[in-house]
């Protein structure tokens, strides 16, 4: 069965410092999505993608987050400069296509921890 | 707005026993409504989809408008049951693409 692929499975970073998070969706869907779970909470929604631009994305995606497509195969999401408070599980998610979102939800990835410290 | 409540936290259930996870939504108009079970240190999977009746690993949910709720049933519970079950919400509105979760149920199957 395809899946979503992340990496790294758990990074460790400065507070201040720059990193991108890495995900490699199913390879014939065509929307993507970074969610995060931060320790003890629910899982929250980021931001969605699609057709090389952002379609949506929450009020948590502020202008230290970016998303990129940089390739026809990679979907990465880089945070400028960490806080402490971005310390959280990140979750890749891709979806087929617009019919299927709906009918079969996401396929996700087994996220990424990021520790700021 | 849009809003999932799953109000338990923590659900324990002896090996054999009816389970429920409950959930409750909030959104104004024709919700997806799906739930996602996390295994212990394990991605995020697709347990059930409103849009299809269908049972998976013996569960079922069903949506109750009325309610507003979806809450997730088995009958008789097994111990690789265990895990983590979120109840999520996608808004058909506007285009919206998100799922809205809510914060989970720990389901602990006892031997």
Redesign the interface.
């Known amino acids: 069965e395809p899946e ?1 692929t992340q990496t790294p499975s758990h990074q460790v970073t400065q507070m201040g410092q720059e990193v991108i998070l890495r995900c490699v969706p199913i390879s014939n869907h065509l ?1 993507f ?1 970074w ?1 995060r779970q931060i320790l003890g ?5 980021l931001v ?1 993608f699609y057709n090389n631009e952002i ?2 994305k ?1 009020e948590i995606f502020d202008d230290q987050f970016s998303v990129e497509r940089p390739d026809g195969s990679n979907f990465t999401l880089k945070i400028r400069s960490t806080k402490l408070e971005d310390s959280a599980m990140y ?1 890749c998610a891709s979806s087929e296509s617009g019919t299927a ?11 990424t921890r990021l520790t700021v410290v | 707005a849009q809003r999932v409540t799953q109000p338990e936290k923590l659900l324990s259930v002896f090996k054999g026993a009816p389970v429920e996870l409950k959930c409750n939504y909030s959104y104004s108009g024709s919700p ?1 409504l ?1 739930w ?1 079970v996390q295994y212990s240190r ?5 347990l059930l ?1 409103h ?2 009746r269908e049972s998976i690993k013996g569960f079922t949910a069903d949506l109750n408008k009325g309610e507003t709720s979806f809450h997730l049933k088995k009958p008789f519970a097994q111990e690789e049951d265990s895990a983590m079950y ?1 109840c ?1 919400l ?1 808004g ?1 509105q506007g285009g ?9 149920t720990k389901l602990t199957v006892n031997p």
Do not use: D, P, W
């Not at chain 2, 394990?42 to 697709?46: I, K, T």
């Open positions: 979503v929307y999505y969610y909470q629910k899982v929250e929604f969605s379609s949506e929450s979750f979102k709906a009918n079969y939800g996401y396929t996700f990835g087994s996220g | 997806e799906f996602y394990q991605r995020l999977q697709l989809r849009i299809s979120y999520a996608m058909a919206s693409e998100k799922l809205v979760f809510g914060k989970g």
